[in-house]
């Protein structure tokens, strides 16, 4: 038996959110260095976020983590360039500001949409996600 077969349901819900935290962390403060202390270009660095993307979905897949499933082009076009923009504009934010309004920038992108959506498309929340936000 594996780390996560003896943590079980919670205990690996507890491993996941804190790897994914730490890595989150760290993927920060070193895109953050790359930045200020290689001068890397934002754009090249944002094709090397697609292609690890990309390449951790290849191995996903082929460790049958998930299924994918096939849709029209047209119906994930809007979703697949507003993912695009804001990893490009994140990237930018990173480049030119301190990592704590980094920080606060993607925070309030949540709470963001949800005002969009409640303002423009008229959508409504239950008050336990208001609560969450």
Known sequence: MGLSGALGPRGRLLLGLLVNLLSSICIVLLNKWIYVEIGFPNMSLTLLHFLSTGLGLSLCRSLNIFSPKSLRAAHVLPLALSFCGFVVFTNLSLQNNSIGTYQL???????????????????????KIKLTL
């Open 105 to 127: 920038a993607k925070a309030l992108t949540t709470p963001v949409i949800i005002a969009i959506q409640t303002g423009c498309y008229k959508k409504t929340f239950s008050s």
